[in-house]
């Protein structure tokens, strides 16, 4: 049979291969080739922490924002143009970043896929000093951009037309498998997903607020801002948390413990010192913390830059008569 006119000489076979819309990358393929670009990453951060341990350490709670910056060039320029839409892990599991027409991206719509993925990420993993913070940024800025990274993760999971995160929308991005070349096919996604984000957004915002209700009305507010505003303007001292806890033996006897964490910038012989002053100045200061039978104190020396952390910690727990004499057992 004879080819018909104007096909340029190609066969059926061709033809509906060129209009085959490119294939969106399997959940699991992302996911594994995420993991291995954070592995990648968080290797060579703790290799560069070699030699830059202390600096790392003084950056305090911005650590995870200076993470962010480190690993930028990473992402923004291995999955655009420059480097085939790829990272290494995304070439191993082989899959690429494109847009709907499958054209790699340029490095500045890299930058705004990576900025929006990865930015309310690291605005989540910032160790605060409740005490040194506005209060408008805890209790809402911070759960924003918690929400927004909370976002992404439910499109990428549930959203399995295209997979597409809040990051890929902003972009225009596909991730796609790098084998199957052409366009890809742009499926609406479904209102629904909307939908649910924004009940469960209210939910929430609703639950956020009657939890921080709930804690007010079982802890005394003003005596515990007192105290953790003593400790974190200790010298040294990043932040610090304080929380009751209760446990009971085996034979029924319930026990108290007042258990404060100080995340300490100071040196390492002085994590010992630390905590013990910490200690006593929480038994001078709260007339509370008698009513315990031990009170804890952790020290946590490290640095915690979102992508690779590391802590040296010191724990030391005393009775309060203990505490008192200065005497006990770590």
Known sequence: MSEPPFSLGLTSEALVSEVQPRIIAKLWRRVAAFLLDVLILSIAIHLLAIFLYDQFVHLDAWGPLVGFALVMPYFALLNSNVFNGQTIGKALLGVQVVDAHGNLLSPLRASLRYLVLTFPMACSNLELPLTRVPGIFVHYVVPLFQAVALVTLYLVIFNRA????????????????????????????????????????????????????????????????????????????????????????????????????????????????????????????????????????????????????????????YTLEEWKKGTGTR
């Open 162 to 317: 295209t997979r597409q995160g809040l990051h890929d929308l902003v972009a225009d991005s596909y991730v796609v498998r790098a084998d199957s070349p052409g366009e890809v096919k742009p499926y609406p996604i479904w209102k629904g997903h909307w939908a649910i984000l924004i009940v469960l957004a209210i939910g929430a915002y609703v639950g956020g607020n009657i939890f921080r209700h709930w804690i007010a009305s079982k802890v005394d507010m003003s005596q515990l801002t007192q105290d953790l505003r003593v400790i974190e303007n200790m010298p040294g001292v990043q932040s610090a948390g304080i929380v009751d806890q209760v446990s009971r033996s085996s034979n029924d006897t319930r026990t108290t413990a007042c258990v404060v964490t100080v995340r300490w910038t100071g040196r390492t012989e002085d994590m010992e010192s630390i905590a013990k002053t910490v200690g006593k100045k929480l038994i001078e200061i709260d007339s509370g913390t008698a009513k315990h039978d031990t009170l804890g104190v952790t020290v946590i020396r490290g640095y915690n830059l979102g992508i690779a952390s590391s802590y040296r910690t010191y724990r030391c727990n």
